[in-house]
């Protein structure tokens, strides 16, 4: 089956500088990318995702890139705030099948 | 448009009991899938139900069930309650007709066992 590995499981970043968090899948039938913020007690959201048809997706502060090649995808955080600190997940799904297979998550700080 | 909700919030239940878990999707959704959440494993699929029928099952024992009913909502019980089953269990719910979308999750439902 399916398995997403994310890094790094924990980044501290200055307030407005940039942060980056990596995946890996292992499936190369996996054409679906979401990201999910999960602030503390809160349930997750998605923030962005991306289909394999697409190299990079922007909003706003946040992007996110693919490649499907080397199998991996990232998500950007630009300019950081503090309201961006929360625990963010990767997930991966086939074409068509609900089933999310999510990395084990990075707790994100940012540093006033 | 109401959210996903998820009865009870908080559970705390003894080894070897039984518990249910409800799941109220977004009105219109016919899917929902189930995820366990814990520390140390992340978020882990346990099934998704859609239009009554399980159509996904993840790696979980056979204590762990579910069902759909006809307006969507969903259950889920867990049998002879273990410690480890002690997590956090979230449901999501989409409209499941093809295609990736949005998953929403709901607030889920915090079991202890004891």
């Known amino acids: 089956g399916e398995n997403v590995e994310q890094h790094p499981s924990t980044l501290s970043v200055q307030e407005g500088d940039s942060a980056v968090i990596k995946c890996t899948y292992s499936?190369?039938?996996?054409?679906?990318f979401p990201w999910y913020k999960q602030e503390l007690g809160k349930r997750p959201q998605l923030i962005i995702d991306?289909?394999?048809?697409?190299g990079e997706k922007k909003d706003q502060r946040i992007a996110v890139t693919l490649n499907k090649t080397a199998k991996h995808f990232s998500l950007h955080i630009t300019e950081t705030q503090p309201e961006d600190s929360a625990v963010y997940f990767c997930?991966?799904?086939?074409?068509?099948?609900?089933?999310?297979?999510f990395g084990t998550g990075t707790r994100l700080t940012i540093i006033p | 448009k109401a959210g996903v909700t998820q009865t009870p919030r908080y559970l705390i239940k003894t080894r070897g009991q039984q518990v249910t878990l409800s799941c109220s999707p977004i009105?219109?959704?016919?899917?929902v899938s189930w995820y366990q959440q814990t520390p140390g494993q992340g978020l882990q699929f346990l099934f998704e139900?859609?239009?009554?029928?399980?159509?996904n099952k993840g790696n979980f024992p056979g204590r762990f069930s579910g069902r759909q009913f006809s307006n969507s909502r969903s259950e889920m019980n867990v049998s002879t309650l273990e410690l480890g089953d002690s997590a956090l269990y979230l449901c999501?719910?989409?409209?499941?007709?093809?295609?990736?979308?949005?998953?929403?999750f709901g607030q889920g439902t915090r079991l202890t066992v004891v």
């Open positions: 999501a719910s989409s409209p499941g007709q093809g295609g990736n979308t949005e998953a929403f």
């Open positions: 499936d190369s039938a996996s054409n679906y």
């Open positions: 991306i289909r394999s048809n697409v």
């Open positions: 997930a991966a799904s086939i074409f068509g099948n609900e089933k999310l297979t």
């Open positions: 009105s219109g959704h016919r899917s």
């Open positions: 139900y859609f239009s009554e029928t399980q159509r």
